[in-house]
């Protein structure tokens, strides 16, 4: 009875759950803190033998990669970090970030022991008066605060976390708990928010990877893929310099010149929050202009052939209301599964019912007409030949119709890499940006296929991407399919999330939504009052939006539990600090987590890790994952941890036993031996720290293998629309619904218009020796930055900074039009485009115990309001477009 | 950015380009100064009989010489980062123009004390001498031979400093005969300095002061070609000396060098001494004396303003 | 003969500075000290500008000047053509970082500190003192024992320097210049290396390829 109970509620859980999985993103905020050296001297090293010399296997947690690292332990002293040689991900290399890691390890300020708040004011800069509390003390205390909640509403706990070793275990956690409110605190704000869903239509998957090693061509449009960076760091980088070396051309398109413009055979400068302009021009030039596209991939693989009627419906098979297709053959209309696709018209018009439909490639076409370069050029300032050029050169590399021999079998071959990232996606216009440019690869062929971008995951272990209603790709089994995309259609209705996810059935999340709904419950007629907040690995304050604001809905919450290292700016806010285990000192399963790697390690394999104690933990400190599996059995709700364990990632044998108690450790045994077999379990991945399984052609290479078919026309986006706005309507919040089109649409954004007095944009960008917000206090690292001429600095144009009287080195003031002003030196350069300035992310914290970020570098977060108007209808991401202006002090 | 001052230029900003030397620094141009006046005051005293006066039995000049040696050689040890070790500088005779010049540093030291020994009047009394080479018959062979030592280890000390920048191929500024020539003429010109400062004092230094004069117009246009044809020949040489160059004319040392060095170091005092020299006048001792100031000043700034205007190449051009 | 000597490939090199890093950390160094920083240099106008990273480290020239200027005799080269300095004899005179065209020689300031709690380590393993010259040593440590236990130097990751074997991308690559079939000696000839200052005459034993 009472499993039956449980699994009842786990279904219904799971399924209200879904996109919690979703919660990934780039950014992990997860700031790693400690105590005095003096303690650590004491408690953590000295205890060990004497003697003792070991190299210990683990996984690194710099950032969210999870490269394989060599630990070198002497004496109980951590004393050097290389790469694991065999790990298929960084095969040995290991960045700045990582070597750097042992300096957040022995960091003499990290948190060691549990805190409790005496001061009830709440703020930023307000001494919390910490006063050192016992373990058993704040345990009890934090459980029994969970249990009331949890009794009363366990929607009103908000769980806050971005640690991306241990994010899939939170969410089990909050899922058991019963909050429906989990929140990765930053990551989602305008990161991935037009990258994922975007993936999901095209790849079938969370997350791509470029196949730049095999390309001879890769356009980067506001990302540095490839250059140590963002999501597959290590092989991406090394793919990248192979492919370079290997005569790829690299054009990057950015209002700054990175790292990876500065590598790039080209450097195009774009105007910010524009590029959705360029690439709609570079789609009319392929389409229109020099009639280059795939016509057999477009067949096969897209729904291009599918016809439209004049309002943008499909015209439908009246018995089956199956989409229609024209069979060139028969010369007449059949329906999209009953005919060929070899037979399939893909452009033209024709008569159905007494209706002109015309193909969706046609629409396509036609739509992206008025997309002339010479119009994008306005919008942009690229020249108009340059994006003709580009747009002829990407269109001969493609090779159109080549194919090459990979293990015996003939596979296309479109070596053109295509690729965006969070700098697109952070616009009021990212989600149809993402269209646009997903749109080249789509009619080049470029998709999942060899020399082109694949997707990370689309066939794997025990799993496949495979075909949805009405013949479109859908993510397959495994975490993919379960987080959700945005097709198949959600449904769209009043939410009692936070972050009033149904109300956005294009976004894979919307946690954007949160701070809006926690500041005026009352406008969105919200049911409950959020009581409780979990924050551990995130950092709001600084990785979101205005702190100020950020600092009044944090302060809504009755009590604030902080699992951290160190006391970073949002710790600052907690009632009670319970000290977490640095990477280096705790076990995961899996960090590379499933859900963005999915076990992917470029075209070559798939492997599972383990990370590892690679030093014995200090004083006492635990991972967040054991904190939390105490703080379940203590409130009173580990079974229903068990049972999620079970159902989402245990299998037979190895299944929990909801009566027995397990350790951590032995938990991860069975995580192991589920994933992989029953002979490779925890001491199996202690000793080893991966598995790794090779890749089959389709699994490398999976487009051709895949039924589903890829969005090129995205019909029912308009009935979502229509869906969304009755729901917005209801509320009685005005709501701009008109991007809800079925064809990638420019929509200018803030950059685009004139202003006189705020005529400068400030984009951030980022710099591969700092990760997010939580590497910054990594003295190594900080020196490192602080030598660099530019990191710590503004970047301004030299015709701009004459033009205002601007030195380099000048202590100048950022004045957004919102009325933030920010303080920094300036770095007269020629490598940012004259309307901008630009500022190196991960700077400018505050917290009192971050002894090397404090007051160092500007906070660029800073300047970005949040407000309703300001996000993206369709992704949710905020807008980064603010228009400063510059002077000097 | 927890910036340092030992902070190795090349990493302190991590950026290609001309990089201006920070290792010599002021210490260094006090040591290079005071060895320079030293080793040719020395010299100049013994050629020209210059009488500073009497100290302890010993003429005023060799006292200054030996202090000057000495302190400069304290300041060099003192700025060492392992002071105590500072014998161990004597190793590299062979390529390291520091070791030739710190031996000589001792050679001279000892040399001139063995030399002057028997004169050495303490209350009266002279100690030592029942030394072979004191007494009134100065001209024996021991005499001659410690004088030699001497006078060619001084030379060396006045001498050393110059080529000690001028060894270092990876400064082209320095990378020149131009600078021990520069320091060398300097070094004497400072000598006569030093009389011209002591002449109100003592009235009478031993030495025509026409000549005097005389040699300190040559010494001092010598220095004024010298360095100009040293700064001329880096205009057009490389980036990084005509880096030097711009930060010696018109950057950050140009009031140093053109105000200190240049017009109050030689042009002013020649010109003063050429009024001297052709007034038929008493002599003027006060403005002799500023002479001697601004000669020794100017000395000093441009030991100190060459060596701040180093600037390295950069590793790689593009 | 044996000659080290590392390859620098410009084209490669990514700025990434984990090299800089796993540098400091496996010598480490103290804050402030780099022996294997990456700068970078802008070259270009807007928009046709861009930067160039120059990796780099001690040359282990074989003409040192480092080492013909060093009054003590503290910096001294290895029959493989590594410069290292003599701890004890160094007297912290300076010269040498004067003499070196490349910045390669770092003085170990009393004000600096080697992070904790890796001072001891860093003393008992490194013998670094307060007052003295330290330099990249090629991680003469590294490959020391690593040929003890028979391994290659530039081709068995134990063997070969932290930087090289940590680069994302393989921009710095390692090996015996004497030997006219090594890596280093087989990258220098088909992509004409050039030396870097060589109008100096200290005959560096880097090379840097493509660019």
């Known amino acids: 009875m009472v499993r039956e109970r449980l699994q009842q509620r786990v279904a219904l859980l799971s399924k209200s759950f879904i996109i919690i999985w979703l919660i990934i993103s780039f950014k992990r905020i997860d700031l790693r803190v400690m105590t005095t050296l003096r303690q650590y001297m004491q408690l953590g090293i000295t205890r060990e033998p004497q003697g003792e010399d070991v190299w210990v296997k683990t996984i690194c947690n710099m950032c969210y990669n999870c490269c394989g690292i060599n630990v070198h332990r002497v004496n109980g002293l951590a004393v050097k970090i290389e790469g694991d040689y065999g790990n298929p991900h960084n095969q040995g290399k290991v960045c700045a970030k990582g070597n750097a890691g042992l300096f957040g390890l022995y960091d003499p300020n990290r948190v060691l022991r549990p805190l409790k708040r005496t001061n009830k004011m709440k703020g930023i800069g307000v001494d919390p008066g910490w006063v050192e509390i016992g373990w058993e003390e704040a345990l009890s205390m934090v459980a029994r605060e969970l249990a009331i909640v949890r009794k009363d509403d366990p929607r009103k706990l908000v769980f806050m976390t971005f640690d991306t070793n241990s994010i899939e275990r939170h969410i089990i956690w909050c899922v058991a708990y019963g909050s429906p409110n989990f929140n990765p605190g930053a990551a989602q704000y305008y990161c991935g928010n037009a990258v994922h869903p975007h993936s999901y239509m095209t790849f079938g998957t969370f997350y791509d990877d470029p196949d730049f090693s095999r390309a001879k061509y890769s356009l980067l449009i506001g990302c540095q893929y490839g250059f140590v960076l963002g999501t597959n760091a290590m092989h991406g980088a090394r793919s990248m310099a192979d492919g370079r070396c290997n005569g790829m051309k690299l054009v990057v398109v950015d209002p700054v010149c990175t790292n990876a413009a500065a590598k790039a055979d080209e450097w195009i400068p774009i105007r910010p929050g524009t590029d959705g302009a360029f690439a709609l021009a570079v789609l009319n030039v392929l389409l229109n202009e020099k009639q280059i596209f795939d016509v057999e991939f477009l067949k096969r693989f897209t729904n291009g052939p599918y016809l439209a009627k004049p309002d943008g419906h499909y015209a439908r098979d009246k018995a089956t209301t199956k989409p229609l297709v024209w069979d060139v053959i028969r010369s007449e209309v059949r329906p999209y599964d009953a005919a060929d696709s070899e037979n399939m018209a893909l452009e033209g018009s024709y008569r159905v019912d007494g209706l002109d439909c015309k193909t969706a490639f046609q629409m396509l076409k036609d739509h992206v007409k008025q997309y002339t370069p010479e119009w994008a050029s306005e919008i942009t300032t690229i020249e108009p030949s340059t994006i003709r050029r580009i747009a002829t050169e990407i269109g001969a590399a493609a090779s159109i119709g080549a194919t090459v021999q990979i293990e015996g079998q003939s596979l296309p071959y479109r070596p053109v890499v295509v690729a965006y990232d969070r700098g697109i996606s952070a616009h009021k216009n990212g989600y149809h940006t993402g269209l646009a440019i997903r749109m080249i690869s789509i009619i080049l062929g470029a998709v999942g296929v060899v020399g082109s971008t694949l997707g990370s995951n689309a066939i794997g272990p025990g799993y496949s991407a495979g075909e949805g209603p009405e013949g479109m790709l859908v993510p397959g089994g495994g975490w993919t399919a379960r987080m959700g995309g945005p097709y198949p259609p959600r449904k769209v209705e009043r939410s009692e999330r936070l972050d009033l996810f149904e109300l956005f059935p294009l976004a894979i999340y919307s946690f954007t939504m949160m701070p809006l709904v926690m500041m005026d419950k009352e406008k969105f007629q919200f049911p409950y009052e959020p009581e409780i907040l979990i924050q551990t690995g995130a950092n709001p304050l600084m990785s979101t939006t205005d702190p100020d604001q950020v600092a009044e809905w944090l302060k809504k919450f009755r009590f604030q539990i902080s699992i951290v290292t160190s006391l970073n700016e949002t710790a600052e806010f907690a009632d009670i600090v319970l000290p977490e285990a640095h990477y280096l000192e705790r076990y995961e399963w899996n960090p590379n987590m499933q859900m963005m790697m999915s076990e992917n390690a470029g075209p070559g394999c798939w492997y599972w890790t383990l990370a590892q104690q690679a030093v014995a933990p200090s004083a006492g400190v635990r991972s967040s994952t054991e904190i939390l599996l105490d703080l379940a059995e203590r409130a009173g709700f580990i079974e229903d941890v068990y049972v999620l364990f079970n159902a989402w990632y245990l299998k037979g044998d190895y299944k929990l036993d909801v009566k027995k108690r397990y350790t951590w450790e032995e938990i991860i045994d069975h995580l192991a031996k589920s994933a992989v077999d029953g002979e490779h379990g925890l001491e199996y991945f202690k000793k080893h720290s991966y598995y790794i399984r090779k890749k089959t052609v389709e699994e490398a290479y999976p487009r051709p293998f895949l039924k589903g078919r890829i969005h090129l026309y995205y019909e029912y986006f308009s009935d979502l629309g229509e869906q969304v706005r009755k729901v917005w309507n209801e509320l009685d919040i005005p709501f701009d619904t008109s991007d809800y089109l079925p064809l990638p649409a420019w929509k200018p954004c803030r950059s685009a218009t004139v202003d006189d007095k705020y005529d400068l944009s400030v984009v951030s960008y980022k710099v591969p020796t700092q990760t997010n917000m939580h590497t910054a206090n990594n003295p190594s690292l900080f020196d490192l930055d602080g030598r660099n001429p530019s990191t710590l600095r503004v970047l301004i144009n030299r015709e701009t900074a004459m033009k205002k009287g601007v030195n380099d080195d000048d202590l100048i003031i950022i004045e957004s039009e919102f009325g933030k002003k920010l303080t920094g030196r300036a770095s007269v350069t020629e490598r940012v485009h004259p309307e901008v300035i630009a500022i190196a992310g991960g700077f400018g914290q505050w917290a009192k115990k971050l002894e090397w970020a404090r007051g160092r570098g500007v906070h660029w977060n800073a300047l970005i309001p949040h407000t309703l108007d300001r996000i993206d209808p369709l992704s949710t991401a905020v807008d980064t477009c603010v228009r400063t202006a510059v002077y000097k002090e | 950015m927890a910036s340092h001052p030992s902070v190795n230029v090349f990493v302190q900003r991590l950026e290609v380009g001309l990089k201006t030397q920070t290792v010599w620094g002021i210490n260094h141009a006090v040591w290079f100064f005071l060895m320079g006046v030293g080793g040719a005051l020395f010299i100049t005293r013994h050629l020209l009989r210059l009488n500073l006066g009497s100290i302890l039995g010993l003429n005023g000049a060799d006292i200054i010489s030996l202090l000057a040696v000495v302190v400069g050689g304290a300041v060099l040890i003192s700025d060492l980062g392992r002071p105590t070790r500072f014998m161990k500088a004597l190793r590299n005779v062979r390529t390291s123009r520091i070791s030739i010049g710190a031996i000589c540093d001792f050679v001279f030291l000892a040399a001139a004390m063995v030399l002057l020994m028997p004169d050495l009047e303490i209350g009266g009394s002279r100690p030592f001498a029942f030394l072979p080479w004191g007494g009134p018959n100065p001209s024996s062979l021991v005499n001659q031979f410690l004088l030699a030592v001497a006078g060619i280890s001084a030379f060396v000390v006045a001498v050393y400093a110059g080529f000690v920048l001028s060894f270092s191929a990876s400064i082209p500024f320095w990378h020149t005969e131009a600078v021990p020539l520069q320091f060398l003429a300097y070094s004497f010109a400072s000598t006569l300095g030093i009389g011209f400062i002591a002449l109100p004092i003592l009235g009478n230094i031993g030495v025509n002061i026409k000549l005097l004069e005389f040699m300190g117009i040559l010494l001092l246009a010598a220095c004024l070609v010298l360095t100009g044809s040293h700064i001329f020949n880096m205009t057009w040489s490389n980036p990084a000396s005509r880096a030097s160059v711009r930060m010696l004319i018109k950057g950050s040392l140009s009031r140093t060098f053109i105000g200190g060095v240049i017009v109050a170091g030689i042009i002013v005092p020649m010109l003063l001494l050429s009024l001297a020299y052709y007034s038929t006048g008493p002599v003027e001792y006060f403005t002799l004396a500023i002479c001697g100031v601004l000669i020794l000043a100017g000395g000093f700034l441009l030991r100190h303003s060459i060596m701040k205007a180093g600037i390295y190449a950069p590793a790689l051009s593009f | ?211």
């Open chain 3, 1 to 211: 003969m044996t000659r080290y000597s590392m390859v620098l490939d410009l084209k490669r090199c990514i700025g990434c500075m984990a090299c800089t890093e796993a540098c400091a950390v496996e010598n480490m160094t103290p804050l402030g000290i780099w022996f294997a920083p990456v700068p970078k240099v802008e070259v270009g106008k807007y928009p046709n500008v861009k930067d160039i990273f120059v990796p780099m480290l001690c040359n282990h020239c074989k003409e040192a000047p480092c080492i013909t200027a060093c009054p003590t005799s503290a910096l001294k080269k290895r029959n493989d053509g590594i410069v290292l300095v003599d701890r004890d004899a160094c007297c912290g005179s300076r010269a040498c970082m004067a003499a070196c065209p490349y910045g390669a020689l770092h003085f170990y300031d009393k004000k600096m500190r080697i992070l904790a709690p890796f001072e001891d380590y860093a003393q008992r393993k490194f013998g670094y003192e307060k007052g003295t010259v330290m330099k990249c040593t090629f991680c003469a440590h590294r490959i020391d024992s690593g040929l003890a236990k028979g391994l290659k130097p530039g081709v068995d990751p134990e063997a070969t320097p932290a930087c090289v074997v940590t680069c994302p991308t393989d921009a710095r690559i390692f090996g015996d210049l004497d030997d006219p079939q090594s890596n280093v000696s087989n990258l220098v000839r088909q992509f004409n290396g050039r030396q870097p200052r060589p109008e100096t005459g200290a005959n560096p034993s880097n090379y840097y390829i493509n660019g």
